[in-house]
């Protein structure tokens, strides 16, 4: 009897749960926030008497802890969309000082009131979508800090400098990490797949396998040669698919693929493949056109070619195009045949092959005669 079971692993490509991807810099960032308020504070109380509008100075800050609170709860929770806004209320904090110090003091050099704390939503931005984003939320905190002291002076260049090396790192921070974890999620995928599959494979051992191993002997008892070889075939495909296990053709398309296995696994037990010694490996939208025109080659044989035909693949590799040549040696083709199939409607060599090679750019070269079997060489460009 032969049980089933679910795979309880993320799927190759899934979302990575992005917040515990990140948590450790969120929490930096909440520690930096919360470290760079106090900062804010003590500079307001040492130049308090200084400030044309102390009682503003104050209700800025008041306002800076009530925001600093709001956003870390928010990001210490994962509200990573907060960030635009935070970015928005930051500046406009900043801003602030040319109505709480006196224009000649700002112009002077005097900080901004909000200090080191308007660095937070730089980073939160860095965290939450990377490195672009955190150089664009640079360029506009410095144009909030430039209109706040009217002019480019050397220390909001130098405060620029750092800034933009801030964000820059944390945005390579939170990408390299967004990497891993997807990496670690597809390894445990990967494992996990593999368990599933031995454990399969020992159910499917102990029933089907038995089953058919069982009709391959006593079928010519039974007087039925067609039962044998369909239960031989079954076998033989049904122990290469638990060994080597899918060929990985769900992936992105861009992803790399092992041409060989790919094909291995979709061709009948009978037939012979022979692959260079090294892999061919292909992107995965070229690995599934090829496969699929391979196969089709391949089931175009089992029906037409006659019973008892050999079937034999060649794959071939350089740099420029990939060749795989479909060959049997049964009864051909007649002349005119694949044109009446054709108008007939059977477009089997008109579209699944030859149409599929075509779009790719490639060529679809089809040799064949009465009694001398059937040869496709298909020649994909990479």
Known sequence: MVTTGTVRAPRRGATVDVHATL??????????????????????????????????????????????????????????????????????TTMTTVLVDDPARIAAGQPVITTVWSAGAVLAVAVAHGVRPAVGAVAVSVAALAFTRGALDAALLSDTQLLLVAGVAVGFASVAMRRSAQRLQEAIATEAAAAERDRLARDIH?????????VRRRGPALGDPELVREAAEQEVSLRRLITRGPPGLDGPDDEPVDLGAAIGAALPARAVLAVPPEPVTVTGALARTVVAVVREAAANADAHAGPGTGLWVLVEDDDEAVTVSVRDDGVGIAEGRLETAREEGHLGVASSVRGRVEELGGTATLVTAPGQGTEWELVFPR
Request: glycine share 6%; net charge positive.
């Open 206 to 214: 102990d029933g089907v396998l038995q089953v058919l191993a069982l």
């Open 23 to 92: 948590a450790p810099l969120w929490r930096g960032l909440v520690l930096y926030r919360v470290v760079a308020l106090a900062y804010a504070i003590a500079n307001v109380v040492r130049f308090a008497e200084e400030y044309a509008r102390p009682a503003l100075g104050v209700g800025v800050v008041v306002f800076m802890a009530a925001w600093t609170l709001v956003t870390s709860v928010a990001y210490l929770r994962g509200a990573s969309r907060l960030v635009v806004v935070d970015l928005v209320v930051t500046v406009l």
